[in-house]
């Protein structure tokens, strides 16, 4: 895929948030870290315009998606899925497509598995991942970096959340920079 710009630009950009569910977090390295990453990331996300969207792994065994995730998420309607790829949830491709999104801010768990499948996915459906390495790891930090690194490998850009909401941002002095500021202090 050629890109014209390596920089986000918001018109053109989603957060797709990956399976924080209820039974699966608590399992998590750095779970509280990933949460709260995760909750900037939407409530800038929100502040900016950018299309959110989010996926729940097999909800019946891994619980629904953790409260305060679901309820930061305006209109909240997770891509249900049982692959562990996002882009095997139906009809998320089709909604991010129809929305004229190229490229995807990735956050969630588990890096080496569902995040990391994802942004392969992506790479392949012609998107271009950035994934917000304080937003996503795993049960054990060696495959939190595994992930990474093999995401990193293929061709996703590794990010973090400031990064790519001030990327977003484009410019200071604006309202849109004072909410922005005031989420990441």
């Not at 590794?158 to 989420?183: C, H, P, Q, R, V």
Request: glycine share 8%.
């Amino acid at each position: 895929m050629s890109q014209t710009s390596w920089r986000l630009d918001r018109t053109a950009t989603g957060v797709l948030v990956v399976d924080i569910q209820e039974r699966l977090l608590p399992a998590i390295f750095e779970r509280d870290r990933v949460v709260s990453e995760t909750l900037c990331l939407i409530r800038g996300a929100s502040v900016l315009g950018v299309p959110l969207f989010a996926t729940e792994q097999y909800r019946k065994g891994l619980g629904p998606t953790v409260p305060e995730v679901a309820e930061a998420i305006p209109g909240f309607a997770p891509f249900e899925k049982l692959a562990f790829s996002a882009c095997g949830a139906p009809g998320l491709i089709d909604a991010m497509r129809a929305r004229a999104i190229k490229d995807v801010i990735v956050c969630g768990i588990e890096a080496h598995v569902c995040v990391c499948q994802t942004a392969l996915d992506l790479l392949e459906h012609g998107f271009r991942p950035f994934v917000i390495a304080d937003a996503v790891s795993s049960r054990t930090p060696e495959n939190r970096r595994l992930g990474l690194d093999r995401m990193r490998q293929a061709g996703a850009v590794i990010a973090s959340n400031e990064m790519a909401l001030f990327e977003l941002l484009d410019k200071a002095g604006t309202d849109d920079f004072k909410a922005i500021l005031s989420l990441v202090r």
